[in-house]
């Protein structure tokens, strides 16, 4: 699943974007379509920090009421979503924000994510002061075997 | 200790004395265990007969789940992460086996254990926008930790339900469900179609062969 979704991810970029605040880069940011009437969301996205340690410690869109920094931890099994108040971004170090794991989660979707769309988030950022990105959102279902003949 | 924490702590103490028991006996056992993403109940277990509502609002019950291979997954329609992974997972596993073995009747359940916000028609929409054929269950709270517990499920819905953006626990195990309608088989995340495929082929013709 992550290489099909690597794989749109890749198409909906293009060349692929990014934003810069200070030493840091967002990457491979994208939304999850929603399925109708959908009040929840999820994006993903990828933080590089060339610079000295900062923290994420939220955000806001235009689409959702809020928007959350979460995690899952695997409590024997028990898969529990808990939201993060802020998240670390040590110096010289990658976060990947990605399916099954940390995610930004948005919170009252006001309408659906249409593949397509773009969505603009503003990132906080402790030290950074706050990034402006656009997000594609992708449609991450399995492709249609009319459309996509399985290899 | 509530009554929903003590359904939740059993359902955990049941998973772990089964899962032991399981492992013991087949590190004992001369038959060697299926080697899958997870592991092969080794007496498949009846579901408690409960009744559940499908996505169309009608009567479902345990019994129909008999006469097909059933999957199950345990989530809630408000996931925005971790239940669209795997209902994508499991509708690229359906397009697989469909491929593979076009005979095998299989269904594929979304079991919401949300049912104060995912009514049928939530569940109904939701789950075709991941597959036209997938089904979407619920029911009231006991018969979903009754369910739940024969499935080796866990989950917990916070009780402090005040805002409508509460988030819910579960366990994220993908359960197969013999032709009989019987517990047979749990995957255990990470989920991936093309092991899940194999696992469920290795598992069916074992189930075959034994009949």
Known sequence: MAHLERALIFLALGAASSAAAGPLTVTDAWIRATPPGARTAAAYLTIANAGAADRLVGGTTSVARTLEIHTHLDERGLQRMVRLAELSLPAGETVRLAPGGLHLMLLDVSAPLAAGASVTVSLHFAAAGTLEIEVPVVDARAPSPTTHPAH | MTARRLVLVAAALTATVLGVATWVYLDASPNRALDIDGYVLT?????????????????????????????????YTYCPDVCPLT???????????????PAARIEYYLVSVDPRRDTPERLREYVAYFDS??????????????????TETLFDVPEDQEADNYLVSHSSNVVLLDPAGAVHAI???????????????????????AR
């Open chain 2, 43 to 75: 007496q498949p277990r009846a579901l408690p007969a409960v009744e559940l509502v499908d996505e169309h609002a009608e009567r479902f019950l345990s019994a129909d789940f008999a006469g097909h291979w059933s999957f199950l997954y345990f989530g």
């Open chain 2, 87 to 101: 209902l994508v997972t499991l509708a690229t596993l359906k397009e697989q086996l469909a491929a593979e073995q």
């Open chain 2, 133 to 150: 054929t997938f089904r979407g269950l619920s029911g009231s709270p006991s018969t979903l930790a009754a369910l739940a517990q024969a």
């Open chain 2, 187 to 209: 995957f255990t995340p990470p989920h991936d179609p093309a092991r899940l495929a194999a696992d469920f082929t290795k598992v069916a013709a074992r189930y075959a062969a």
